[in-house]
């Protein structure tokens, strides 16, 4: 069955750094686009990085941009996002989620909290 | 990159219909057939119910359905029960981007 594992989550002081992974099995991991979302603590959902298949496309949203860089290795099955300038608001549950398209994400990991703060 | 607009909650009662509304712009949901609608449960990960407006991936129930019209998606719930009760999130793609929606609690009373 596909399963998706975070991993790299934690405590980290603003302009600080961070690098979260996510192990993925029980599918071809080169065959899927890749994204990571995120969830600030009782907030709602917001996009944060998508990945194309063969790394040729990567996208960010505007509050990352910059700051975070996307990255898979297919030949591990796993997706990474290095997070650099780590703000306070960068706070959140981030999910690693295999994509149908990139609007649609079909399946989810559990999520990795990270939480930025002095 | 602002978000769409969700109503905050939503209700209705066992077997009833529902329908959430899901407002964005004509560079995202106006612009595209391309929204789709997550559920998610306290403490878990989303689940993708709907996308490309009204796809349903397997194992979805046919009681939930996806439209469009103009700039605003919707999402109807039918035959309403009490395990649907949670929040559901509408996206849309935006040109190299996604947004979200803000969320809408639905409550089965």
């Known amino acids: 069955q596909v399963q998706l594992v975070e991993s790299g989550g934690g405590l980290v002081k603003p302009g600080g750094s961070l690098r979260l992974s996510c192990a993925a099995s029980g599918f071809t991991f080169s065959d899927y686009y890749m994204s990571w979302i995120r969830q600030a603590p009782g907030k709602g959902l917001e996009w944060v990085s998508y990945?194309?298949?063969?790394?040729?496309?990567?996208y960010y949203a505007d509050s990352v941009k910059g700051r975070f860089t996307i990255s898979r290795d297919n030949a591990k099955n796993s997706l990474y996002l290095q997070m650099n300038s780590l703000r306070v608001e960068d706070t959140a549950v981030y999910y690693c989620?295999?994509?149908?398209?990139?609007?649609?994400?079909?399946?989810w990991g559990q999520g990795t909290l990270v939480t930025v703060s002095s | 990159q602002s978000a769409l607009t969700q109503p905050r909650s939503v209700s209705g009662s066992p077997g009833q219909s529902v329908t959430i509304s899901c407002t964005g712009t004509?560079?995202?949901?106006?612009?595209?057939?391309?929204v789709s609608w997550y559920q998610q449960h306290p403490g878990k990960a989303p689940k993708l119910m709907i996308y490309d407006v009204s796809q349903r991936p397997s194992g979805v129930p046919d009681r939930f359905s996806g439209s469009k019209s103009g700039n605003t998606a919707s999402l109807t719930i039918s035959g309403l029960q009490s395990e649907d009760e949670t929040d559901y999130y509408c996206?849309?793609?935006?040109?190299?981007?996604?947004?979200f929606g803000g969320g809408t609690k639905l409550t089965v009373l």
């Open positions: 989620a295999r994509d149908l398209k990139l609007w649609a994400s079909d399946f």
């Open positions: 990945i194309s298949s063969n790394v040729n496309t990567v």
């Open positions: 004509s560079s995202d949901v106006g612009g595209y057939n391309y």
């Open positions: 996206c849309s793609y935006a040109g190299s981007s996604v947004v």
